[in-house]
């Protein structure tokens, strides 16, 4: 029998182990991978902890693990990310990589439930839901339909995504079925790009005055950050959304504010700069911001897609095969 590659959890705190890995997720591991699933590794600095790192070929981390230098892990040959960005659990990502390290992150698994929340919170901005349920709620009557604005619902309006990021097209990919015309700003594209996503291509700013919804997914570089500024807010047609799953950091929230005491937009935040918002930001009461706990990401039942992808990283190093979402350590990410 084929002598399996010994491998190491790292995690913190270990309770997490159980939380992203079902079991059959970690009977695919173990069948793969030498690795006591019992024993987490959440720092470096114990006796118990070099012991394990000290034979590592294969480390398995996540959310809140130590970062590893080579002088803990002198075998080390790959590391499976349970999360966007593995090389956060590593103390030095390029000596690593110059010893031939490999790496993969679940950045595109974690990118299917940030994509489904802005699925679902564009086409409720098109209904208008929530300022439907606080008028509906302090009136406690059915609305008048001879009221109803024309631009209510999610035929043929216009979705604007700034950010081909992997949440970006994922995105665009799940708003295919829709009547809608989507629009996207991505550095990196063109029209032909755009078009090979299902979108159509515009600069920031057409994109911005054309969206009745704006998504956000760019990442945050020096260039992005405040990149959605009182310019590109001003283009925003009047009743227009603001969606962002993004970063906080990539609006200006000064300006973001001006603009919302105007009543003439709406915002939807799953995240903001800080996080939480400070105690006494008007954003916890203007009428017309939905704010959400950065719940967009992977969350709950969510986290074993993460587990299950992990699983199968593991079973592709183990036979030899290079990781379907390799990351490049060393390159900057956002």
């Known amino acids: 029998m084929t002598q399996r590659p010994r491998a190491v959890l790292a995690f913190g705190p270990p309770s997490l182990v159980g939380q992203i890995f079902t079991p059959d997720a970690l009977a695919r591991i173990t069948a793969v991978l030498d690795v006591d699933v019992e024993q987490v590794v959440t720092e470096t600095g114990s006796d118990a902890a070099r012991r394990l790192l000290a034979d590592a070929e294969v480390l398995l981390a996540g959310w809140g693990a130590p970062r590893v230098g080579v002088e803990h892990a ?33 950045r595109a698994v974690n990118a299917v439930p940030v994509a489904e929340y ?9 209904k208008r839901a929530w300022a439907a349920e606080r008028s509906y709620r302090a009136s406690r009557r059915l609305p008048d339909r001879a009221d109803e604005r024309a631009d209510l619902g999610n035929y043929r309006r216009t979705v604007g995504v700034v950010g081909a990021s992997q949440v970006g097209r994922r995105v665009i990919e799940l708003l295919r079925p829709f009547d809608l015309d989507v629009l996207v700003y991505s550095p990196e594209l063109d029209e032909a790009g755009a078009a090979a996503l299902g979108a159509r291509y515009g600069t920031l700013d057409e994109v911005a005055a054309r969206s009745d919804v704006l998504s956000l997914h760019q990442p945050v570089l020096p260039e992005t950050v ?32 001006a603009e919302l005491r105007t009543g003439r937009i709406d915002v939807v935040l799953d995240v903001t700069e800080p996080e939480p918002p400070a105690a006494d930001s008007e954003l916890w009461d203007l009428p017309n911001v939905v704010l959400t706990p950065h719940i967009a990401g992977s969350a709950g039942g969510e986290l074993h897609r993460m587990g299950d992808h992990v699983a199968a990283e593991a079973e592709r190093y183990a036979a030899g095969l290079p990781f379907a979402h390799p990351e490049h350590l060393g390159a900057p990410h956002a």
């Open 226 to 257: 405040g990149q959605i500024d009182a310019r590109v807010l001003a283009l925003l047609p009047d009743g227009a959304t603001l969606i962002n799953t993004a970063r906080g950091a990539v609006v200006d929230e000064a300006a973001l504010l």
């Open 74 to 106: 002198p075998l080390l040959r790959a590391v499976v990310y349970a999360g966007g960005v593995a090389s956060t659990c590593l103390d030095d990502p390029a000596a690593h990589a110059a010893r031939g390290l490999v790496a993969a992150n679940a």
């Open 118 to 126: 802005t699925l679902a919170a564009i086409l409720l901005a098109n």
